[in-house]
Nanobody, 120 residues
Framework: VQLQASGGGLVQTGGSLSLSCAGSGSIFRVLIMGWYRQAPGRQRELVALDNGGGGTTYADSVKGRFTVSGDNRKNTVHLQMNSLKPEDTAVYYC???????????????WGQGTQVTVSS
């Protein structure tokens, strides 16, 4: 199983970026998909999740600026980031939480990370 993230880059304050993540391989039913980020010297934190069925979760710091959208039939998730701020600078990781094909519980899959840098 592999998650491939793309779309990071350098943007000025107030700009926009769109991240994409595509999963490949034998991924059983994906339940939740989304994005986390990790800035230098800080712990990885939740950015946004598509919980399925139209439900989403956002970190307070990105509400109203970021939009997450997932398609568990295509195993893809996107993150539209608008009004970017320097504090959004981080490595962004996509994550799938899938049903465990071997039995109960779930399995987490992570992408390799893509750098987002917002200049002031």
């Amino acid at each position: 199983v592999q998650l491939q993230a793309s779309g990071g880059g350098l943007v000025q304050t107030g700009g926009s970026l769109s991240l994409s993540c595509a999963g490949s391989g034998s991924i059983f039913r994906v339940l939740i998909m989304g994005w986390y980020r990790q800035a230098p010297g800080r712990q990885r934190e939740l950015v946004a999740l598509d919980n399925g069925g139209g439900g989403t979760t956002y970190a307070d710091s990105v509400k109203g600026r970021f939009t997450v959208s997932g398609d568990n039939r295509k195993n893809t998730v996107h993150l539209q980031m608008n009004s970017l701020k320097p504090e959004d600078t981080a490595v962004y990781y996509c994550k799938f939480i899938a049903q465990n094909p071997m039995g109960r519980g779930t399995v987490d899959y992570w992408g390799q990370g893509t750098q987002v840098t917002v200049s002031s």
